[in-house]
């Protein structure tokens, strides 16, 4: 079956970095768009980044210049490396394959 598994949260300080990565399972990876979503409580889910088959990238405003999407198509693995946090990353972050989507990873910005 597909899996999608996320790691690398955990609570930062502001202006400090995470990098997120999901690990793709029962999908012909090199094939699928792959994006990041987040979600903070009260809020509905938004896309913070996504990158094509082809290696194109996708940025939210909020995010832009102070994130990368990768993806390593050997290890199955798209990664999110967050930079310069803000309180307002704060979130639960999912990694999405088409219709598939993974259980979560908690980013938590404070000091």
């Known amino acids: 079956q597909v899996q999608l598994v996320e790691s690398g949260g955990g609570l930062v300080q502001p202006g400090g970095s995470l990098r997120l990565s999901c690990a793709a399972s029962?999908?012909?990876?090199?094939?699928?768009?792959m994006g990041w979503y987040r979600q903070a409580p009260g809020k509905q889910r938004e896309l913070v980044a996504s990158?094509?088959?082809?290696?194109?990238?996708n940025y939210a405003s909020s995010v832009k210049g102070r994130s990368i999407i990768s993806r390593d198509n050997a290890r199955n693995t798209v990664y999110l490396q967050m930079n310069s946090l803000k309180p307002e990353d704060t979130a639960a972050y999912y990694c999405?394959?088409?219709?598939?989507w993974g259980q979560g990873t908690q980013v938590t910005v404070s000091s």
């Open positions: 029962g999908i012909t990876f090199r094939l699928y768009t």
């Open positions: 990158i094509t088959s082809g290696g194109t990238t």
């Open positions: 999405r394959a088409e219709n598939y």
